[in-house]
């Protein structure tokens, strides 16, 4: 069964930064687009970051210049780095992949079960 599980979240002063972390696990054949995304209290889930298997990376205009992500192929990771942050930052913070599981199987999109950061002084 395919989990991801994210970290590295917690409070943090306006101007601060923060390494989130999201660590793949279980069965994967293989490990295609994956992506940040945030939902704000009140708010949409909305897309941080994205990065293809090619590494090639999109961002959201809210974040771009402050923001890096990155992701291991090797364990299966992906991380996110953001500097300067505000807190219309603040939110839970998603994990997402697009994982084929088996040798000629669907890409199924899996989710983490998010984790906070909250930006305040």
């Known amino acids: 069964q395919v989990q991801l599980v994210e970290s590295g979240g917690g409070l943090v002063q306006p101007g601060g930064s923060l390494r989130l972390s999201c660590a793949v696990s279980?069965?994967?054949?293989?490990?295609?687009?994956m992506g940040w995304y945030r939902q704000a209290p009140g708010k949409q889930r909305e897309l941080v970051a994205t990065?293809?298997?090619?590494?090639?990376?999109n961002y959201a205009d809210s974040v771009k210049g402050r923001c890096t992500i990155s992701r291991d192929a090797i364990e299966n990771a992906l991380y996110l780095e953001i500097n300067s942050l505000t807190p219309e930052d603040t939110a839970v913070y998603y994990c997402?992949?697009?994982?084929?599981?088996?040798?000629?199987?669907?890409?199924?999109?899996?989710w983490g079960q998010g984790t906070q950061v909250t930006v305040s002084s």
């Open positions: 990065i293809t298997s090619f590494l090639n990376t």
């Open positions: 279980g069965s994967i054949f293989a490990l295609n687009d």
């Open positions: 997402n992949a697009e994982i084929v599981v088996q040798p000629g199987g669907y890409t199924n999109d899996y």
